[in-house]
């Protein structure tokens, strides 16, 4: 059985990261309801067990959230995508992919606003904000993996469905 961790919009660009199967938290002050991106989770402990799951030792994937594109919005290759990525013990680096294969280059360390007021006790939380143009690809709906990867191994990805025109 293959585990879940499901990323759920909260207000603006906000997220936080939960178990499948697990209560989600509400915004109740968000203007708009939550939107959910499935992620799957790895660390270097579940790699090395081949476990599905987060281990015992207490290690946290990391998390972020893809705030432009949204999910089948309609994009051009080359526009600008951006977002925000945090963990326990920092930010090792952020990929962009297609289904293609294509890649993109990624900016990182910018600041991206509310991220370090939510998450204030956070190694880089001030400069949680990444960039990416968005991968030449031709027309047609299109699958993004953002792949964040932790300083101590553990791995993320985000999948967004994007039509390029």
Known sequence: MTSHWKLFACGV??????AAGCQKSENAGAAAPSTETT???TT????????????????KPPFGFLDNPKEGATVASGSWAYGWVLDDSGIASVTVTSETG????????QAFPGVAQQYPNMPGSDKAGFGFPVPKLEPGIHTLT??????DGGKTDIRRQIRVK
Do not use: F
């Not at 660009?13 to 939960?18: Q, S």
């Open 146 to 151: 953002i792949t964040i990867t932790a300083k």
């Open 13 to 18: 660009g906000l997220a936080a990261v939960v």
């Open 44 to 59: 270097s402990a579940q790699a090395a067990t081949g476990a599905s799951a987060p281990v015992a030792d207490n290690s």
């Open 39 to 41: 992620v799957a989770p």
């Open 102 to 109: 294509t890649t993109s280059p990624v900016a990182l360390g």
